[in-house]
């Protein structure tokens, strides 16, 4: 998203950081957060504005107000940290649960004026390639099978009249409501490879509840609904969600470290257990596979890293029902 005009600054102790004033573009303006405007958590923050917190020196401090403003615009907003020079993997961590859109060292901001930061904070600097719709059905239709091919041809010209609803009822998993299967597949391959392309991280989590299998008729749908929308509540509006198998769901995290996806990870997995009520135990294990990683150099690779990892779930108990690949 771009920015608008106001770009708020709760700096605290690490304002020396950022740039001089005398760079900022014309017509945007630098807005001082008071203590006591922190202390209200930024209630006059407006959608499509900046803010930049520092992690020292905030009160409540930067990842409560980080949260509490993504909570309230979602992705109409965008929130930097500052971070310190000795940050460790937990901060990240935090600021990944905490939906921080873009992290700055001393380093990242040694040199750097307001417009360079701004673009940074927008993901400005990071652009994408978009393909067209057309490119994208031609691409499902390669890559899935005869039957989802020909159906890729129908969608296509369902949606030269409008019939958007249609595509989506013939990806869509009934049981779940989630994505199917074959969507999925294409959709991991593409984002293993955008995530190759870029150098971004990518991460998958492979949902298993074997305690599904034994469900059945309408009674097997209620969980399942119950089940994915704890999916959907967790993720973000980028992530992808649908079913992998009979009782396995899969995950896709645009750019997510193995850090962040841990983190969600057992949440869902909380979640899961305290809210979910089912005639038997869902007992789910997750599997955590992160990209860039050695020996992973194509989609099959990452999925058959995933199961392997998902074979070592199942014997855990609790928290350890959570596990990462090497």
Known sequence: MTLQTTIWLAAGAQASLLPDASSVPEGVELREATAEECG????????????????????????VLALGLKMRFHGDIRVGLLLPGDADRACRALSRYCMVDRLFTP???????????????????????????????ADLEAKLDEGAGALAERVMKGLATGREQHFLAKVVDPESGLFDGPFMAFKVEEEFKRSLRFHDPLTVLLV????????????????????????????????????????SF?????????EGALVLARRILDTLEAE??????????????????????????????????????WSGKGKERVKVAP
């Open 40 to 63: 209200r958590g930024l209630e006059d923050v407006a959608s499509g504005e900046g803010v930049l917190l520092g992690l020292e020196g905030l009160s409540p401090n930067a990842f």
């Open 107 to 137: 380093a990242d901001l040694e040199g750097v004026r307001w417009p360079d930061l701004l673009a940074r904070l927008s993901n400005e600097d990071r652009p994408r390639p978009r393909k067209s719709l057309d490119d994208m059905l």
């Open 208 to 247: 298993d509840l074997p305690g599904s299998a034994g469900l059945g008729g309408e009674e097997r749908g209620l969980v399942l609904g119950k089940v994915a929308g704890v999916f959907l509540n967790q993720c973000r509006d980028i992530d992808l969600v649908g079913r992998y198998d009979d009782s």
């Open 250 to 258: 899969l995950l896709i995290l645009p750019e997510t470290s193995e």
């Open 276 to 313: 979910v009520e089912s005639p038997t135990p869902l007992d789910p294990a997750i599997a955590v596979v992160s990209v860039p990683k050695p020996g992973v150099a194509h989609k099959d690779d990452l999925l058959d890293l995933a199961r392997l990892t998902l074979v070592q779930a």
